[in-house]
């Protein structure tokens, strides 16, 4: 009887133990997906505008990045470091964007307003 119980408590803790390799072994520590939050089509150009959530990795803190979209070519026009969300945006004229970022992760941040003249 001893003898069974002390194989089944063998046969637990190894299954732990390879419970706990496969975690660590599938651990991942940083987000690497990358959000699209926005696409803007643009009637007087011939090309779109895509707005990008990066996470942060061990190098960067997480930003909005801005996007040309021109037949499958993408062409950064901005990356904005410490914002996670974009508030609003407005094409003020046929060259001109508007928009607002916000860091919801800080309590009382601001909302940043950004004018970026469009190629």
């Given amino acids: 009887m001893k003898k069974k119980i002390l194989l089944v408590v063998r046969i637990f803790v190894i299954l732990i133990f390879l419970y706990g390799v496969y975690m660590l072994s599938t651990f991942s520590l940083f987000d690497d997906e990358i959000i699209l939050i926005e696409e803007i089509t643009l ?17 960067n803190q ?31 004229d046929s060259d001109s964007l508007s928009i607002s970022l916000k860091n919801t992760n800080l309590l ?12």
């Fill in 43 to 59: 009637s007087s150009k011939n090309y779109d505008l895509k707005i990008y959530h990066i996470p942060s990795n061990a190098t």
């Fill in 62 to 92: 997480s930003y909005i990045q801005i996007r040309k979209t021109d037949n499958e070519l993408e062409e950064v026009l901005g990356s904005y470091e410490r914002y996670n969300s974009l508030s609003e945006y407005e094409i003020l």
């Fill in 108 to 119: 009382n941040s601001s909302v940043k307003k950004i004018k970026i003249k469009l190629p």
